[in-house]
């Protein structure tokens, strides 16, 4: 059995640029210890938007240049980014379908006995994938570190959470 950590868009614009807040910059050091703790697989996700970001249906309604393929502000954060083993799965939407296709993949390859999910933001991207990987693998169990988690403001974060868990997402690190 193996497990996944999955890396929720870690890069610079959600956590001191576009779209940064002072929770996001303080899970830093807590999410680059526990993948530097993790036993097993660390898969990465990345925020990827073109240039014509503000002509998107999610441009329109966040119109907030953020992730731009190639800036600064899409780089995962450098002391994170230096422990990834594979390339990131880049994802212009929320929820990535082809992070869910790599995870039932790799659940053929060798079963997966749990993933943990991380990173940024919590109401948003984190809920999205937490999701997603419920759907695409519905017997493996997906659980939510909530001290390696920030959201757009704290109580969107708690409510995301709530959401997780009423969905049989296992939260854990709270408080």
Known sequence: MKDILLVIDMQNDFIDGA???KEAVAIVPKVRERIENFKGTVLFTRDTHEPHYLDTQEGKNLPVPHCI??????QIRPELDALRKTEP???PTFGSADLGKKLQQIDLDEKIGSITVIGLCTDICV???????KAFLPEVPIIVDASCCAGVTPESHETALKAMEVCQIKVIGRG
Do not use: P, Q, R
């Open 19 to 21: 779209l940064g807040t």
């Open 127 to 133: 809920i999205s994938n937490a999701l997603l990987a």
């Open 89 to 91: 799965v880049d994802k």
């Open 69 to 74: 393929k190639g800036t600064d502000g899409w």
